[in-house]
């Protein structure tokens, strides 16, 4: 089992910064990938960034130039720094995992429990 743990979360005016964190503990195989997406009100969630352990990033249109995603192996943590951010960013993040075993391609999927992430105009 994975337990995935989300912080960095909070209220900031537009143009501020902010960067969460979600911390990995658990069964996580060398295939994997860990990413980031959010959910505003009445609105589905979408994908923000990506990041794969083979180093590839994938990273929604919206918050190309603003945004980076990154990890830490040997913590097995990925972050977002997100960086002029805009009242639409508003939202819960959730942190992603997905991972499998070499070899197979029984992926397991794992989602942390949110984290609200408020820009202020």
């Known amino acids: ?13 537009a143009g501020g910064s902010l960067r969460l ?6 069964s ?8 980031w997406y959010r ?20 990273y929604v249109d919206s918050v190309k130039g603003r945004f980076t995603i990154s990890r830490d192996n040997a913590k ?3 972050y977002l720094q997100m960086n002029s951010l805009k009242p639409e960013d508003t939202a819960v993040y959730y942190c992603r995992l997905q991972t499998r075993r070499v070899g197979t391609v029984v992926e397991y999927d ?8 408020t820009v202020s105009s």
């Open 1 to 13: 089992q994975v337990q995935l743990v989300e912080s960095g979360g909070g209220l900031v005016q």
């Open 21 to 26: 964190s979600c911390a990995a503990s658990g």
């Open 28 to 35: 996580i195989f060398s295939i994997n990938t860990m990413g």
């Open 39 to 58: 959910q505003a009100p009445r609105n589905q969630r979408e994908l923000v960034a990506t990041l794969t352990s083979g180093g590839s990033t994938d």
């Open 76 to 78: 097995n943590t990925v």
């Open 110 to 117: 794992y989602w942390g429990q949110g984290t609200q992430v």
